[in-house]
């Protein structure tokens, strides 16, 4: 009976995942980007967000006058995006981000009179 309770309780914790406004936001606008980076390679790479599902978060892209230099510029930019946004945003920050200073020696401390 335990066991049961657990896996319903978790089952009802995944299955309630909701896509917000903001992150259907957030894909439309990484597919607009990726498409001007696209654009760049072939002028008549075209996509669009056909829609997203709301339950799963899955998003269904159309692509029009798709060609092989378009369509990998297009998905090359499109995954860098998400990784950054899921990924690499989240990790943790260094300290101090700027490398540390080379200790010079003193200028006298081997100097020739000293050494005799």
Known sequence: MRTRLVIVAASGLLCGFAV??????????????????????????????RSIDRSTGEIWIERLNVNARGEYAFDKCLTTLRKWRVVERNLPKTVDPTPPTPVTPDRYARSPWFIR
């Open 20 to 49: 917000t406004p903001a992150y259907e936001r957030q894909a439309r606008q990484d597919v607009a980007t990726c498409v001007d980076y696209a654009k760049r390679e072939s002028a008549a790479f075209d996509a669009t967000v």
